[in-house]
């Protein structure tokens, strides 16, 4: 059974970082591609970008550049986000999700974890 | 950017009825679209990739349809756990995968 499960809720000031971890367990990591994505309170899914698992290759969306950082740790079956320079409109719940190894294209998200809320207040 | 709208925004149902959803793109994109279905508190659920490809155990009342800018998912026999949002998505871009604003089917 596939299961991400992420670290607990986060309360940054503004201007710091923030790291939110996803462990992945019940199916083959270092084969998966692993996205993230965002939702603040009452607004639709934002994506945010992803990372190849096996060779740690990243994209990221236009939105983030220069703020974002996504790794992973496969001995730990881990990816983590790192979101800089934080703002209030970052206050949002940061989701990872597992990109669907059976859609014959990335984007389709067929596990994702809990969620983690990240609150940035001074 | 590419930008999605979806219609309606709210949509009042009851059990039973055919409920249908619009999403529409400001580009083309092919079939490059999935649907998700969120309940509060919840993480979004993948229903439909590539426009048409029920994800699996998806219930069969679900459907989607469409290519280029214009698609629809159909619910076919609304039950009382579909109350919920439903998101398209596209995955055309491979910079964005932006999100429609989402459409809430609630109890009429």
């Known amino acids: 059974q596939v299961h991400l499960v992420q670290s607990g809720p986060e309360v940054k000031q503004p201007g710091a970082s923030v790291k939110v971890s996803c462990k992945a367990s019940?199916?083959?990591?270092?084969?998966?591609?692993m996205q993230w994505v965002r939702q603040a309170p009452g607004h639709r899914p934002e994506w945010m970008g992803w990372?190849?698992?096996?060779?740690?290759?990243?994209k990221y969306s236009q939105r983030f550049q220069g703020r974002l950082t996504i790794t992973r740790d496969t001995s730990a079956n881990t990816t983590y986000m790192d979101l800089r320079s934080l703002r209030s409109e970052d206050t949002a719940l940061y989701y990872c999700?597992?990109?669907?190894?059976?859609?014959?294209?990335?984007?389709?998200?067929?596990?994702w974890g809990q969620g983690t809320l990240v609150t940035v207040s001074s | 950017d590419i930008q999605m709208t979806q219609s309606p925004s709210t949509l009042s149902a009851s059990v039973g009825d055919r409920v249908t959803i619009t999403c529409r793109a400001s580009?083309?994109?092919?079939?490059?679209l999935n649907w998700y279905q969120q309940k509060p508190g919840r993480a979004p659920n993948l229903l439909i990739y590539?426009?048409?490809t029920l994800q699996s155990g998806v219930p069969s009342r679900f459907s989607g349809s469409g290519s280029g800018t214009d698609f629809t998912l159909t619910i076919s026999g609304l039950q009382p756990e579909d109350f919920a949002t439903y998101y398209c998505?596209?995955?055309?871009?491979?910079?964005?995968?932006?999100f429609g604003p989402g459409t809430k089917v609630e109890v009429k």
């Open positions: 590539a426009a048409s």
């Open positions: 998505q596209e995955i055309y871009s491979t910079v964005l995968f932006t």
């Open positions: 580009q083309s994109i092919s079939t490059y």
């Open positions: 999700a597992r990109d669907s190894p059976t859609a014959n294209h990335v984007g389709a998200l067929d596990y």
């Open positions: 990372i190849i698992v096996h060779n740690g290759n990243t």
């Open positions: 019940g199916y083959s990591f270092t084969k998966s591609l």
